[in-house]
T-cell receptor
Framework: GEDVEQSLFLSVREGDSSVINCTYT??????LYWYKQEPGAGLQLLTY?????DMKQDQRLTVLLNKKDKHLSLRIADTQTGDSAIYFC?????????????FGTGTRLTVIP | DAEITQSPRHKITETGRQVTLACHQT?????MFWYRQDLGHGLRLIHY???????NKGEVSDGYSVSRSNTEDLPLTLESAASSQTSVYFC???????????FGPGTRLTVL
């Protein structure tokens, strides 16, 4: 099956930028996603990018996609304590909207006040 | 507002018992999914459904079953619970070309 890899932990100081990285193996990935999971809660979709794009910006969030290297990153500008959570990268190989997502292990972001 | 709910939120059971976890969505989505979340594994797909009467096995389907008798519900059944099935279970639903999945709050299941 598809492999999606993430580092497990990241710590940053409040106000700094956070960069969470993800690599994947499936060259047919069509959509790539970032989800956020706060303690005791389900996963919340933050943003997604279509594979023919290399960048997407949404307020404090910037997603960069390097399709050649199969590398996806999420940058959070001006990181706040409320950004502390687990961030999951996910990808799907299918364009029909019905296929499965393959998730990474998640990166636990800790924001130090 | 449309939502996806799971019940119970917490469950403790014994080895060998049958357990059913409920998932209900009011998005009217055709696609529904069950995942389990374990430390070091992220989320792994158990079963999924693309519509009423349709069910499919995911990556870790052994010991689990689902049924889809209507659009709103996809209950997950553990036929004979095992300690290895202690986990947090998430239900999700999706629709649309971007396959954006919406997740329920999760059920924490402990099998003693």
């Amino acid at each position: 099956g598809e492999d999606v890899e993430q580092s497990l932990f990241l710590s940053v100081r409040e106000g700094d930028s956070s960069v969470i990285n993800c690599t994947y193996t499936d060259s047919s990935s069509t959509y790539l996603y970032w989800y956020k999971q706060e303690p005791g809660a389900g996963l919340q979709l933050l943003t997604y990018i279509f594979s023919n794009m290399d960048m997407k910006q949404d307020q404090r969030l910037t997603v960069l996609l390097n399709k050649k290297d199969k590398h996806l990153s999420l940058r959070i500008a001006d990181t706040q304590t409320g950004d502390s959570a687990i961030y999951f990268c996910a990808e799907t190989p299918d364009q029909t909207g019905a296929n499965n997502l393959f998730f990474g292990t998640g990166t636990r972001l800790t924001v130090i006040p | 507002d449309a939502e996806i709910t799971q019940s119970p939120r917490h469950k403790i059971t014994e080895t060998g018992r049958q357990v059913t976890l409920a998932c209900h969505q009011t998005w009217n989505h055709n696609n529904m999914f069950w995942y389990r979340q374990d430390l070091g594994h992220g989320l792994r797909l158990i079963h999924y459904s693309y519509g009423v009467q349709d069910t499919n096995k995911g990556e870790v389907s052994d010991g689990y079953s689902v049924s889809r008798s209507n659009t709103e519900d996809l209950p997950l059944t553990l036929e004979s619970a095992a300690s290895s099935q202690t986990s947090v279970y998430f239900c999700a639903s999706s629709e649309g070309s971007a396959n954006t999945q919406y997740f329920g709050p999760g059920t924490r299941l402990t099998v003693l």
